[in-house]
């Protein structure tokens, strides 16, 4: 669309059609949903006929294969990042920015900071937080963060390192 072309409901959807020939329903989806936010800014209510999306149902590691994992470990690293995960339930990056300070054994509790950067406490079990102190003790920190220079691609590694050894993709 240009100056010598109008953008029109009709034209929008003309576009959209034509999209669905060659371009993914994500694709269109993002491009429908931008061309009906153009038309609001000008005040202009306008649906258009976008495909619908589907997601399929997660799957979820089951209670013996976590055991698999952990059994499948070999440092401390690799067992505490696996506990620690399936514990809380808390993703990977929230996970690698913990720092020492964020750690309450007295109440089972580490602070994480989410992914739209709430702050919250998360529980973790006896189990989970003697891994972390264990694992702090091994690093022999008392500050700062406790995985280190860890990043999100290399606690990936690790993590699909582990999944291999045990058998579980």
């Not at 306008?46 to 499948?72: A, F, H, M």
């Amino acid at each position: 669309f240009n100056k010598d072309h109008e953008l029109t409901p009709e034209s929008a959807q003309k576009y959209i059609d034509n999209m669905k020939l060659t371009k993914s329903p994500s694709t269109i989806g993002i491009r429908g949903h931008a061309i009906m936010r153009y038309f609001k800014l000008k005040k202009m209510k306008v649906e258009l006929e976008l495909p619908t999306l589907t997601q399929p149902n997660p799957e979820y590691t089951k209670i013996d294969e976590v055991q698999k994992l952990i059994d499948n470990c070999h440092s401390q690293l690799e067992k505490t990042m696996i506990i620690v995960l399936f514990d809380s339930a808390v993703r990977i990056m929230e996970m690698v920015n913990i720092e020492v300070k964020d750690v309450h054994k007295e109440t089972l509790t580490m602070t994480v900071t989410r992914k739209g950067g709430t702050i919250t406490d998360v529980n973790l079990s006896e189990r989970a937080m003697n891994e972390l102190m264990l694992f702090i003790g091994v690093r022999g920190i008392t500050s700062g963060r406790v995985f280190g220079g860890m990043n999100y691609q290399k606690s990936l590694k690790i993590l699909h390192s582990i999944g291999s050894r045990a058998g579980i993709d």
